[in-house]
Protein backbone atom coordinates (compact mmCIF):
# COMPACT_ATOMS: atom_id res chain seq x y z
CA UNK A 1 0.00 0.00 0.00
CA UNK A 2 1.87 3.01 -1.34
CA UNK A 3 1.05 6.70 0.77
CA UNK A 4 -1.60 8.04 -0.18
CA UNK A 5 -2.02 10.88 -2.36
CA UNK A 6 -2.57 14.03 -0.20
CA UNK A 7 -3.14 17.31 -1.92
CA UNK A 8 -2.31 21.01 0.14
CA UNK A 9 -4.54 23.47 0.06
CA UNK A 10 -3.28 26.61 -1.58
CA UNK A 11 -1.47 28.84 0.59
CA UNK A 12 -3.32 32.33 0.29
CA UNK A 13 -1.56 35.72 0.31
CA UNK A 14 -3.65 36.51 3.58
CA UNK A 15 -5.69 33.89 5.68
CA UNK A 16 -9.24 33.85 4.05
CA UNK A 17 -12.02 31.49 6.30
CA UNK A 18 -13.11 28.87 3.87
CA UNK A 19 -16.38 28.06 2.40
CA UNK A 20 -18.52 25.55 4.07
CA UNK A 21 -17.67 21.92 2.72
CA UNK A 22 -20.04 19.78 4.59
CA UNK A 23 -18.86 16.37 5.12
CA UNK A 24 -15.42 17.44 3.53
CA UNK A 25 -14.01 15.18 6.21
CA UNK A 26 -16.05 12.44 7.18
CA UNK A 27 -14.03 9.66 5.83
CA UNK A 28 -11.10 10.70 7.88
CA UNK A 29 -10.30 9.03 10.81
CA UNK A 30 -7.52 6.38 12.43
CA UNK A 31 -7.38 3.05 12.57
CA UNK A 32 -9.39 1.24 16.08
CA UNK A 33 -7.08 -0.44 18.53
CA UNK A 34 -6.86 -3.95 17.98
CA UNK A 35 -8.12 -5.99 20.79
CA UNK A 36 -4.57 -7.00 22.60
CA UNK A 37 -3.93 -3.17 22.13
CA UNK A 38 -6.82 -2.21 24.57
CA UNK A 39 -6.34 -4.89 26.29
CA UNK A 40 -2.71 -4.25 27.64
CA UNK A 41 -4.24 -0.72 28.69
CA UNK A 42 -7.22 -2.64 30.80
CA UNK A 43 -9.77 -1.06 28.30
CA UNK A 44 -12.19 -3.14 26.37
CA UNK A 45 -10.54 -4.98 23.64
CA UNK A 46 -13.51 -4.07 21.15
CA UNK A 47 -17.13 -2.17 21.12
CA UNK A 48 -18.99 -4.12 24.25
CA UNK A 49 -22.47 -4.95 23.38
CA UNK A 50 -24.05 -2.39 25.62
CA UNK A 51 -21.89 0.54 24.80
CA UNK A 52 -24.87 2.91 24.96
CA UNK A 53 -25.79 2.24 28.33
CA UNK A 54 -21.67 2.30 29.57
CA UNK A 55 -21.11 5.50 27.61
CA UNK A 56 -23.64 7.53 29.36
CA UNK A 57 -22.73 5.76 32.47
CA UNK A 58 -19.23 6.98 31.65
CA UNK A 59 -19.91 10.28 31.17
CA UNK A 60 -22.19 10.69 34.09
CA UNK A 61 -18.81 9.49 36.35
CA UNK A 62 -17.09 12.04 34.44
CA UNK A 63 -19.28 15.05 35.24
CA UNK A 64 -19.61 14.00 39.00
CA UNK A 65 -15.55 13.72 38.68
CA UNK A 66 -14.85 17.45 37.14
CA UNK A 67 -17.27 20.25 37.59
CA UNK A 68 -15.90 22.29 35.12
CA UNK A 69 -16.78 19.63 32.53
CA UNK A 70 -20.27 20.26 33.20
CA UNK A 71 -19.87 23.62 32.84
CA UNK A 72 -18.30 23.66 29.86
CA UNK A 73 -20.89 21.49 28.63
CA UNK A 74 -23.39 23.98 30.53
CA UNK A 75 -21.98 27.60 29.47
CA UNK A 76 -21.91 27.43 25.50
CA UNK A 77 -24.55 30.09 24.20
CA UNK A 78 -23.57 29.44 20.40
CA UNK A 79 -21.95 33.26 19.89
CA UNK A 80 -19.35 31.81 16.88
CA UNK A 81 -16.36 32.80 18.49
CA UNK A 82 -14.64 29.65 17.83
CA UNK A 83 -15.64 28.68 15.06
CA UNK A 84 -12.88 30.20 12.68
CA UNK A 85 -10.14 29.50 15.14
CA UNK A 86 -9.47 25.89 14.41
CA UNK A 87 -6.51 25.10 12.37
CA UNK A 88 -8.40 21.87 11.17
CA UNK A 89 -11.56 24.16 9.87
CA UNK A 90 -9.53 26.78 8.60
CA UNK A 91 -7.71 24.09 6.48
CA UNK A 92 -10.87 21.54 5.61
CA UNK A 93 -13.98 23.77 5.47
CA UNK A 94 -15.87 20.59 7.20
CA UNK A 95 -18.19 22.91 9.28
CA UNK A 96 -18.19 19.82 12.12
CA UNK A 97 -14.44 21.07 12.76
CA UNK A 98 -15.85 24.29 13.77
CA UNK A 99 -14.67 23.87 17.46
CA UNK A 100 -18.40 24.61 19.09
CA UNK A 101 -19.88 22.31 16.17
CA UNK A 102 -17.62 19.80 17.11
CA UNK A 103 -18.09 20.10 21.03
CA UNK A 104 -22.09 19.89 20.59
CA UNK A 105 -21.81 16.53 19.13
CA UNK A 106 -21.22 15.86 23.13
CA UNK A 107 -23.44 18.35 24.26
CA UNK A 108 -26.29 17.39 22.58
CA UNK A 109 -26.21 14.00 24.37
CA UNK A 110 -25.30 15.42 27.83
CA UNK A 111 -28.34 17.23 27.56
CA UNK A 112 -30.42 14.58 26.68
CA UNK A 113 -29.49 12.72 29.49
CA UNK A 114 -28.60 15.11 32.24
CA UNK A 115 -30.44 18.11 31.56
CA UNK A 116 -34.11 18.35 32.60
CA UNK A 117 -35.24 20.05 29.52
CA UNK A 118 -33.55 17.66 27.09
CA UNK A 119 -35.01 14.76 28.94
CA UNK A 120 -38.74 16.05 28.76
CA UNK A 121 -37.94 17.97 25.24
CA UNK A 122 -34.79 16.92 23.74
CA UNK A 123 -36.01 18.60 20.37
CA UNK A 124 -36.76 21.97 21.05
CA UNK A 125 -33.07 22.19 23.38
CA UNK A 126 -30.77 20.53 20.69
CA UNK A 127 -30.77 16.76 22.91
CA UNK A 128 -30.14 13.93 21.08
CA UNK A 129 -29.42 10.21 21.83
CA UNK A 130 -26.22 8.68 21.42
CA UNK A 131 -27.22 6.45 18.47
CA UNK A 132 -24.36 4.59 16.55
CA UNK A 133 -23.91 7.64 13.94
CA UNK A 134 -23.45 9.88 16.57
CA UNK A 135 -20.82 8.02 18.09
CA UNK A 136 -19.29 7.18 14.33
CA UNK A 137 -19.03 10.99 14.07
CA UNK A 138 -17.42 11.01 17.90
CA UNK A 139 -15.17 8.70 16.47
CA UNK A 140 -14.14 10.90 13.04
CA UNK A 141 -14.64 14.12 14.83
CA UNK A 142 -13.15 13.90 18.13
CA UNK A 143 -9.96 12.63 16.19
CA UNK A 144 -9.79 15.95 14.18
CA UNK A 145 -8.86 17.63 17.22
CA UNK A 146 -4.88 17.87 18.51
CA UNK A 147 -6.78 19.78 21.73
CA UNK A 148 -4.40 22.86 21.36
CA UNK A 149 -6.90 24.79 22.77
CA UNK A 150 -6.64 27.97 20.42
CA UNK A 151 -10.29 28.07 20.55
CA UNK A 152 -9.90 28.37 23.64
CA UNK A 153 -8.03 31.59 24.10
CA UNK A 154 -11.27 33.41 22.30
CA UNK A 155 -14.13 31.89 23.90
CA UNK A 156 -15.94 34.44 25.87
CA UNK A 157 -16.94 31.80 28.82
CA UNK A 158 -13.50 30.25 28.76
CA UNK A 159 -14.75 26.75 27.49
CA UNK A 160 -11.69 24.19 27.80
CA UNK A 161 -12.51 22.50 24.46
CA UNK A 162 -10.11 19.82 25.05
CA UNK A 163 -11.28 18.83 27.59
CA UNK A 164 -14.50 17.93 25.51
CA UNK A 165 -12.31 16.22 23.50
CA UNK A 166 -10.78 14.89 26.33
CA UNK A 167 -13.33 13.08 28.19
CA UNK A 168 -15.37 11.93 24.71
CA UNK A 169 -11.72 9.67 24.05
CA UNK A 170 -11.80 8.65 27.73
CA UNK A 171 -15.55 7.61 26.90
CA UNK A 172 -14.53 5.87 23.92
CA UNK A 173 -11.71 3.69 25.53
CA UNK A 174 -14.38 2.60 27.94
CA UNK A 175 -16.40 1.17 25.50
CA UNK A 176 -14.06 -0.41 23.34
CA UNK A 177 -13.45 2.49 20.98
CA UNK A 178 -9.84 3.18 21.46
CA UNK A 179 -7.69 4.77 18.73
CA UNK A 180 -4.93 2.82 17.72
CA UNK A 181 -1.85 4.96 17.48
CA UNK A 182 -2.27 6.44 20.84
CA UNK A 183 -3.25 3.36 22.42
CA UNK A 184 -0.40 1.09 21.06
CA UNK A 185 2.42 3.81 22.14
CA UNK A 186 0.73 3.82 25.69
CA UNK A 187 1.29 0.28 25.99
CA UNK A 188 4.56 0.83 24.66
CA UNK A 189 5.57 3.01 27.75
CA UNK A 190 4.19 0.73 30.15
CA UNK A 191 5.90 -2.63 28.41
CA UNK A 192 9.32 -0.94 27.72
CA UNK A 193 9.74 2.51 28.92
CA UNK A 194 9.32 4.84 25.91
CA UNK A 195 6.68 5.23 22.90
CA UNK A 196 9.09 4.14 20.60
CA UNK A 197 9.49 0.59 22.18
CA UNK A 198 13.26 1.55 22.16
CA UNK A 199 14.72 -1.47 24.72
CA UNK A 200 17.42 -0.24 27.33
CA UNK A 201 20.29 -2.43 24.99
CA UNK A 202 19.31 -0.16 21.75
CA UNK A 203 19.02 2.82 23.71
CA UNK A 204 22.86 2.31 24.90
CA UNK A 205 24.18 1.31 21.65
CA UNK A 206 22.15 4.65 20.12
CA UNK A 207 23.92 6.63 22.73
CA UNK A 208 27.29 5.35 21.98
CA UNK A 209 26.89 6.19 18.22
CA UNK A 210 25.95 9.83 19.46
CA UNK A 211 29.20 9.95 21.68
CA UNK A 212 31.14 8.56 18.56
CA UNK A 213 29.68 11.13 16.01
CA UNK A 214 30.11 14.64 18.78
CA UNK A 215 33.69 13.78 18.99
CA UNK A 216 34.62 12.88 15.25
CA UNK A 217 32.74 16.53 15.05
CA UNK A 218 34.58 18.26 17.66
CA UNK A 219 37.16 16.16 18.97
CA UNK A 220 35.67 16.05 22.88
CA UNK A 221 34.15 13.49 24.91
CA UNK A 222 30.70 15.46 24.99
CA UNK A 223 29.17 12.31 27.61
CA UNK A 224 25.56 10.85 26.66
CA UNK A 225 25.25 8.74 29.88
CA UNK A 226 22.21 6.55 30.35
CA UNK A 227 21.51 4.82 33.96
CA UNK A 228 24.47 6.80 35.81
CA UNK A 229 24.66 6.54 39.26
CA UNK A 230 25.72 10.12 41.17
CA UNK A 231 24.18 11.81 38.42
CA UNK A 232 23.12 15.37 39.53
CA UNK A 233 20.33 15.74 36.72
CA UNK A 234 17.81 13.37 35.21
CA UNK A 235 17.09 14.77 32.18
CA UNK A 236 13.84 12.87 29.97
CA UNK A 237 13.30 13.31 26.64
CA UNK A 238 10.96 12.37 23.98
CA UNK A 239 12.15 8.94 22.90
CA UNK A 240 11.96 10.59 18.97
CA UNK A 241 15.02 12.60 20.27
CA UNK A 242 17.30 9.33 19.87
CA UNK A 243 15.60 8.06 17.16
CA UNK A 244 14.95 10.51 14.12
CA UNK A 245 15.72 14.14 12.84
CA UNK A 246 15.78 16.01 13.09
CA UNK A 247 15.11 15.39 16.60
CA UNK A 248 18.65 14.01 17.71
CA UNK A 249 20.64 17.30 16.53
CA UNK A 250 18.24 18.78 19.80
CA UNK A 251 19.59 15.52 22.07
CA UNK A 252 23.26 16.47 20.51
CA UNK A 253 22.51 19.91 21.94
CA UNK A 254 21.69 19.07 25.21
CA UNK A 255 24.63 16.96 25.54
CA UNK A 256 26.80 19.94 24.87
CA UNK A 257 24.87 22.21 27.34
CA UNK A 258 25.52 19.81 30.06
CA UNK A 259 29.04 19.57 28.69
CA UNK A 260 30.01 23.30 28.57
CA UNK A 261 28.55 23.82 31.92
CA UNK A 262 30.25 20.78 33.67
CA UNK A 263 27.14 19.65 34.70
CA UNK A 264 26.46 15.58 35.78
CA UNK A 265 23.38 14.78 33.94
CA UNK A 266 21.97 11.19 33.21
CA UNK A 267 19.22 9.80 31.10
CA UNK A 268 17.23 6.83 32.35
CA UNK A 269 16.42 3.25 30.39
CA UNK A 270 13.47 3.17 32.74
CA UNK A 271 12.12 6.65 32.42
CA UNK A 272 12.89 6.92 28.39
CA UNK A 273 9.94 8.90 27.51
CA UNK A 274 9.28 12.44 28.71
CA UNK A 275 5.77 11.95 26.55
CA UNK A 276 2.65 11.13 27.94
CA UNK A 277 0.11 10.24 25.79
CA UNK A 278 -2.08 9.24 28.34
CA UNK A 279 -2.79 13.37 28.79
CA UNK A 280 -4.46 12.75 24.50
CA UNK A 281 -7.00 9.86 26.00
CA UNK A 282 -8.33 12.00 28.86
CA UNK A 283 -7.23 9.14 31.27
CA UNK A 284 -5.63 10.31 34.57
CA UNK A 285 -4.88 6.49 35.41
CA UNK A 286 -2.46 6.20 32.55
CA UNK A 287 -1.15 9.28 33.01
CA UNK A 288 -0.45 8.70 36.68
CA UNK A 289 1.27 5.48 35.22
CA UNK A 290 3.38 7.19 32.29
CA UNK A 291 4.58 9.86 34.78
CA UNK A 292 5.36 7.76 37.82
CA UNK A 293 8.18 5.97 35.97
CA UNK A 294 9.87 9.23 36.02
CA UNK A 295 10.11 9.25 40.03
CA UNK A 296 10.79 5.77 39.95
CA UNK A 297 14.39 6.32 38.00
CA UNK A 298 15.05 9.88 39.44
CA UNK A 299 14.63 8.36 43.07
CA UNK A 300 16.55 4.84 42.14
CA UNK A 301 19.40 7.49 40.36
CA UNK A 302 19.58 9.45 43.32
CA UNK A 303 19.31 12.71 41.27
CA UNK A 304 18.60 16.05 42.79
CA UNK A 305 16.70 18.06 39.87
CA UNK A 306 14.54 16.43 36.89
CA UNK A 307 14.92 18.31 33.44
CA UNK A 308 12.11 17.81 30.75
CA UNK A 309 13.90 17.72 27.18
CA UNK A 310 11.95 19.62 23.91
CA UNK A 311 8.22 17.94 24.18
CA UNK A 312 5.33 20.23 24.40
CA UNK A 313 3.01 18.32 25.74
CA UNK A 314 5.22 16.55 28.53
CA UNK A 315 6.01 19.99 29.44
CA UNK A 316 2.87 20.91 30.05
CA UNK A 317 2.49 17.46 32.22
CA UNK A 318 5.41 18.19 34.56
CA UNK A 319 4.46 21.74 34.95
CA UNK A 320 0.85 21.66 35.34
CA UNK A 321 0.51 17.79 36.53
CA UNK A 322 3.41 16.29 37.89
CA UNK A 323 2.69 17.23 41.24
CA UNK A 324 -0.46 16.15 42.04
CA UNK A 325 0.18 12.85 39.80
CA UNK A 326 3.76 12.15 41.38
CA UNK A 327 4.55 14.53 43.68
CA UNK A 328 5.58 16.10 46.07
CA UNK A 329 9.01 16.64 45.21
CA UNK A 330 10.68 17.62 47.96
CA UNK A 331 13.11 15.36 47.80
CA UNK A 332 14.70 17.57 44.52
CA UNK A 333 16.77 20.16 45.08
CA UNK A 334 14.55 23.46 45.73
CA UNK A 335 16.68 26.14 44.42
CA UNK A 336 16.37 24.96 41.13
CA UNK A 337 12.83 25.13 39.36
CA UNK A 338 11.03 21.86 39.90
CA UNK A 339 10.71 20.04 37.46
CA UNK A 340 12.74 22.12 35.10
CA UNK A 341 12.68 22.60 31.37
CA UNK A 342 15.59 22.12 29.46
CA UNK A 343 15.18 25.94 28.06
CA UNK A 344 14.43 26.96 31.43
CA UNK A 345 18.35 25.47 32.28
CA UNK A 346 20.12 26.73 29.25
CA UNK A 347 18.86 30.10 29.98
CA UNK A 348 19.58 29.98 33.31
CA UNK A 349 23.56 29.29 32.82
CA UNK A 350 23.38 32.17 29.48
CA UNK A 351 22.19 34.35 32.18
CA UNK A 352 24.99 33.82 34.57
CA UNK A 353 27.61 33.85 31.51
CA UNK A 354 28.08 29.97 32.05
CA UNK A 355 27.88 29.04 28.31
CA UNK A 356 28.66 31.44 25.70
CA UNK A 357 27.93 31.34 21.56
CA UNK A 358 29.90 31.83 18.47
CA UNK A 359 26.57 33.33 16.81
CA UNK A 360 27.98 33.18 13.42
CA UNK A 361 27.89 29.68 12.66
CA UNK A 362 24.38 29.79 12.67
CA UNK A 363 24.79 32.59 10.15
CA UNK A 364 23.74 30.48 7.44
CA UNK A 365 19.90 30.36 9.01
CA UNK A 366 17.71 33.32 9.38
CA UNK A 367 15.36 31.71 11.93
CA UNK A 368 11.64 32.03 13.36
CA UNK A 369 9.92 30.39 16.35
CA UNK A 370 6.64 27.89 15.93
CA UNK A 371 5.18 27.94 19.52
CA UNK A 372 3.77 24.91 20.45
CA UNK A 373 0.31 24.57 22.13
CA UNK A 374 1.08 22.78 25.01
CA UNK A 375 4.05 24.91 25.95
CA UNK A 376 2.14 28.38 24.56
CA UNK A 377 -1.82 27.37 26.33
CA UNK A 378 -0.49 25.33 29.08
CA UNK A 379 2.56 25.65 30.84
CA UNK A 380 5.11 28.60 31.91
CA UNK A 381 8.60 29.16 31.84
CA UNK A 382 11.62 30.86 34.13
CA UNK A 383 8.72 31.56 36.76
CA UNK A 384 7.93 34.84 35.03
CA UNK A 385 4.70 35.81 33.05
CA UNK A 386 5.01 34.95 29.55
CA UNK A 387 8.23 32.95 30.01
CA UNK A 388 7.44 30.10 27.70
CA UNK A 389 7.18 32.59 25.40
CA UNK A 390 10.30 35.20 26.49
CA UNK A 391 12.84 32.07 27.28
CA UNK A 392 12.94 30.29 23.59
CA UNK A 393 13.15 33.13 21.87
CA UNK A 394 15.75 34.22 24.09
CA UNK A 395 17.87 31.20 23.58
CA UNK A 396 17.82 31.66 19.99
CA UNK A 397 18.57 35.20 20.34
CA UNK A 398 21.78 34.43 21.92
CA UNK A 399 22.53 31.41 19.45
CA UNK A 400 21.96 33.26 16.13
CA UNK A 401 22.08 36.84 14.62
CA UNK A 402 18.89 36.12 12.26
CA UNK A 403 15.10 36.05 14.07
CA UNK A 404 11.84 36.86 12.30
CA UNK A 405 8.75 36.43 14.77
CA UNK A 406 5.53 35.41 12.57
CA UNK A 407 2.46 37.44 12.59
CA UNK A 408 1.46 38.11 16.04
CA UNK A 409 -2.16 36.50 15.45
CA UNK A 410 -0.26 32.91 14.84
CA UNK A 411 2.00 32.98 18.30
CA UNK A 412 2.75 32.78 21.67
CA UNK A 413 -0.92 31.93 23.15
CA UNK A 414 -2.44 32.50 19.39
CA UNK A 415 -0.47 29.54 18.09
CA UNK A 416 -1.51 27.68 15.61
CA UNK A 417 -0.88 24.01 16.16
CA UNK A 418 1.79 22.04 13.60
CA UNK A 419 -1.36 19.95 12.42
CA UNK A 420 -0.51 16.62 14.26
CA UNK A 421 -0.92 17.44 17.89
CA UNK A 422 -2.97 15.30 20.50
CA UNK A 423 -2.22 11.83 19.09
CA UNK A 424 -3.22 12.31 15.30
CA UNK A 425 0.30 12.12 14.29
CA UNK A 426 -0.62 8.94 12.65
CA UNK A 427 0.13 8.33 8.77
CA UNK A 428 -3.32 7.30 7.80
CA UNK A 429 -4.68 11.28 8.95
CA UNK A 430 -2.33 12.67 6.76
CA UNK A 431 -5.23 14.44 4.70
CA UNK A 432 -5.91 16.16 8.05
CA UNK A 433 -2.37 16.69 8.94
CA UNK A 434 -1.39 18.41 5.92
CA UNK A 435 -4.66 20.38 5.75
CA UNK A 436 -4.56 21.38 8.93
CA UNK A 437 -1.04 22.60 8.70
CA UNK A 438 -2.61 25.64 6.64
CA UNK A 439 -2.83 28.20 8.37
CA UNK A 440 0.84 27.90 9.97
CA UNK A 441 1.90 27.32 6.57
CA UNK A 442 0.94 30.56 5.62
CA UNK A 443 2.13 32.14 8.64
CA UNK A 444 5.12 30.92 7.80
CA UNK A 445 5.07 32.01 4.15
CA UNK A 446 5.05 35.46 4.96
CA UNK A 447 8.37 35.34 7.03
CA UNK A 448 10.03 33.21 4.18
CA UNK A 449 9.04 35.84 1.69
CA UNK A 450 9.93 39.31 3.81
CA UNK A 451 12.58 38.22 5.36
CA UNK A 452 14.29 34.97 3.75
CA UNK A 453 13.44 32.78 7.11
CA UNK A 454 14.44 29.05 6.17
CA UNK A 455 14.73 28.03 9.49
CA UNK A 456 11.65 27.30 12.07
CA UNK A 457 12.86 26.39 15.22
CA UNK A 458 10.37 24.31 17.82
CA UNK A 459 10.50 22.42 21.17
CA UNK A 460 8.13 20.18 20.48
CA UNK A 461 8.98 16.13 19.06
CA UNK A 462 4.93 16.39 17.66
CA UNK A 463 5.91 19.35 15.88
CA UNK A 464 9.39 18.49 14.59
CA UNK A 465 7.87 15.17 12.91
CA UNK A 466 4.87 16.66 11.99
CA UNK A 467 6.62 19.55 10.18
CA UNK A 468 9.31 17.10 8.72
CA UNK A 469 5.96 15.26 6.95
CA UNK A 470 4.20 18.38 5.43
CA UNK A 471 6.67 21.14 4.74
CA UNK A 472 7.18 19.31 1.00
CA UNK A 473 3.52 19.20 0.84
CA UNK A 474 3.50 23.08 0.72
CA UNK A 475 7.07 23.39 -1.43
CA UNK A 476 9.14 23.68 1.57
CA UNK A 477 12.49 21.83 2.55
CA UNK A 478 11.84 19.56 5.03
CA UNK A 479 15.27 20.25 7.10
CA UNK A 480 13.18 23.96 7.56
CA UNK A 481 11.92 22.64 10.70
CA UNK A 482 14.36 21.89 13.85
CA UNK A 483 14.98 22.09 17.42
CA UNK A 484 16.03 25.46 19.64
CA UNK A 485 18.65 23.05 21.11
CA UNK A 486 20.11 22.02 17.58
CA UNK A 487 20.63 25.69 17.24
CA UNK A 488 22.11 25.75 20.48
CA UNK A 489 24.60 22.68 19.80
CA UNK A 490 25.47 24.61 16.60
CA UNK A 491 27.03 27.24 18.20
CA UNK A 492 28.06 26.66 21.79
CA UNK A 493 31.69 27.26 22.81
CA UNK A 494 32.58 23.53 24.15
CA UNK A 495 35.37 23.93 27.46
CA UNK A 496 37.70 20.92 28.07
CA UNK A 497 35.31 19.87 30.27
CA UNK A 498 35.81 16.20 28.65
CA UNK B 1 -5.15 -7.06 5.13
CA UNK B 2 -3.24 -9.83 3.17
CA UNK B 3 -0.67 -9.78 0.86
CA UNK B 4 -0.28 -12.59 -1.75
CA UNK B 5 2.99 -14.21 -2.40
CA UNK B 6 4.00 -17.49 -4.57
CA UNK B 7 0.21 -18.39 -3.83
CA UNK B 8 0.59 -17.75 -0.19
CA UNK B 9 -1.20 -15.57 1.70
CA UNK B 10 0.40 -13.53 4.23
CA UNK B 11 -1.27 -11.62 7.06
CA UNK B 12 -0.39 -7.73 7.11
CA UNK B 13 -1.62 -4.99 9.29
CA UNK B 14 -4.75 -2.47 8.01
CA UNK B 15 -1.07 -0.64 6.47
CA UNK B 16 0.55 -3.03 5.30
CA UNK B 17 3.20 -3.78 7.98
CA UNK B 18 3.70 -7.98 7.95
CA UNK B 19 1.59 -9.35 11.10
CA UNK B 20 4.15 -11.75 11.73
CA UNK B 21 7.98 -11.57 11.52
CA UNK B 22 8.85 -14.76 10.67
CA UNK B 23 6.72 -14.61 7.04
CA UNK B 24 9.71 -12.18 5.64
CA UNK B 25 11.56 -13.56 2.75
CA UNK B 26 13.09 -11.71 -0.23
CA UNK B 27 10.09 -12.31 -2.42
CA UNK B 28 7.95 -11.22 0.35
CA UNK B 29 10.16 -7.63 0.29
CA UNK B 30 9.86 -7.14 -3.29
CA UNK B 31 5.69 -7.71 -2.82
CA UNK B 32 5.74 -5.23 -0.35
CA UNK B 33 7.94 -3.18 -2.07
CA UNK B 34 6.30 -3.20 -5.31
CA UNK B 35 3.08 -1.52 -3.50
CA UNK B 36 5.31 0.96 -2.33
CA UNK B 37 6.21 1.80 -5.72
CA UNK B 38 10.24 1.29 -4.42
CA UNK B 39 12.45 0.28 -7.01
CA UNK B 40 14.29 -2.64 -5.04
CA UNK B 41 18.05 -2.03 -6.13
CA UNK B 42 21.15 -3.20 -4.28
CA UNK B 43 21.48 -0.36 -2.11
CA UNK B 44 18.03 -0.28 -1.07
CA UNK B 45 18.60 -3.91 -0.21
CA UNK B 46 21.81 -3.15 2.00
CA UNK B 47 19.71 -0.79 3.94
CA UNK B 48 16.89 -3.59 4.24
CA UNK B 49 19.38 -5.93 5.38
CA UNK B 50 20.98 -4.00 7.86
CA UNK B 51 17.68 -2.97 9.12
CA UNK B 52 17.08 -6.86 9.32
CA UNK B 53 20.58 -7.43 11.09
CA UNK B 54 19.93 -4.48 13.40
CA UNK B 55 16.54 -5.70 15.03
CA UNK B 56 17.49 -9.27 15.36
CA UNK B 57 20.19 -8.46 17.88
CA UNK B 58 17.99 -5.01 19.44
CA UNK B 59 14.06 -5.92 18.91
CA UNK B 60 14.15 -2.86 17.25
CA UNK B 61 14.94 -0.43 13.99
CA UNK B 62 18.03 1.53 14.14
CA UNK B 63 18.13 5.35 15.05
CA UNK B 64 18.55 7.33 11.93
CA UNK B 65 22.11 8.34 12.76
CA UNK B 66 22.97 4.57 13.21
CA UNK B 67 21.82 3.45 10.27
CA UNK B 68 22.84 6.57 8.27
CA UNK B 69 26.64 5.74 9.75
CA UNK B 70 26.02 2.19 9.06
CA UNK B 71 25.08 2.84 5.24
CA UNK B 72 28.05 5.56 5.11
CA UNK B 73 30.18 2.91 5.95
CA UNK B 74 28.81 0.19 3.44
CA UNK B 75 28.46 2.18 0.69
CA UNK B 76 30.89 5.19 1.01
CA UNK B 77 30.47 8.40 2.53
CA UNK B 78 28.43 10.37 0.05
CA UNK B 79 25.57 8.19 0.83
CA UNK B 80 25.67 8.21 4.75
CA UNK B 81 22.82 10.68 5.19
CA UNK B 82 19.19 10.94 5.48
CA UNK B 83 18.85 12.60 2.29
CA UNK B 84 20.33 10.00 0.17
CA UNK B 85 18.10 7.34 2.34
CA UNK B 86 15.03 9.40 1.40
CA UNK B 87 16.02 9.16 -2.43
CA UNK B 88 16.06 5.38 -2.01
CA UNK B 89 12.47 5.44 0.66
CA UNK B 90 10.94 8.08 -0.44
CA UNK B 91 8.00 7.46 2.23
CA UNK B 92 10.57 7.93 4.95
CA UNK B 93 13.48 5.70 5.57
CA UNK B 94 12.16 4.90 8.95
CA UNK B 95 8.61 3.52 8.10
CA UNK B 96 9.05 2.82 4.14
CA UNK B 97 12.20 0.48 5.24
CA UNK B 98 10.68 -1.11 7.48
CA UNK B 99 8.09 -2.08 6.12
CA UNK B 100 9.50 -3.69 3.18
CA UNK B 101 11.91 -5.31 5.88
CA UNK B 102 9.34 -6.98 7.47
CA UNK B 103 10.09 -4.74 10.41
CA UNK B 104 7.39 -3.55 12.81
CA UNK B 105 6.22 0.16 12.29
CA UNK B 106 8.62 2.75 14.59
CA UNK B 107 5.35 4.55 16.56
CA UNK B 108 5.84 7.56 18.58
CA UNK B 109 6.48 11.15 17.81
CA UNK B 110 8.53 10.18 14.25
Known sequence: MAAPEVHAPALKEYPVIPILAAGSMAASKPYVASEKINEALGFPGKLVDDWHGRAIAKMGELLGESRALRVYLDSCVHCGACTDKCHYFLGTGDPKNMPVARQDLVRKVYRRHFTLAGKLFPKLVGAEDLTQDVLEDWYKYFNQCSECRRCSVYCPYGIDTAEITMAAKEIMDTIGMGQKYTNEIIGKVHKIGNNLGLPGPALKNTLETMEEEVKEETGLDVRFPVDEPGAEVLVVVPSADFFAEPHVYSLIGYAKVFHAAGIRWTLSSHASEAGNFGLFIGNYEQMRKIALRVREAAQELGVRRIVVGECGHAWRVAYSFWNTLIGPFDWLDARHPVPQHICELTWDLIQRGAISFEREKNDHRIVTFHDSCNVARGSGMGGIPRGQFILPRGIIRAACNHFHDMAPETIHEHTFCCGGGGGLLSDELLELRVKGALPRMEALKQVVDAHGVNFMATICAICKAQFSKVLPYYKFDMEMIGGVHQLVGDAIRLGRND | ?110
Open chain 2, 1 to 110: MALEVGGITIETDEEGYLANLTDWNEEVAGEIAKAENVAMGPNHWEVVNFLREYYNEYQIAPAVRVLTKAIGKKLGADKGNSKYLYELFPYGPAKQACKIAGLPKPTGCV
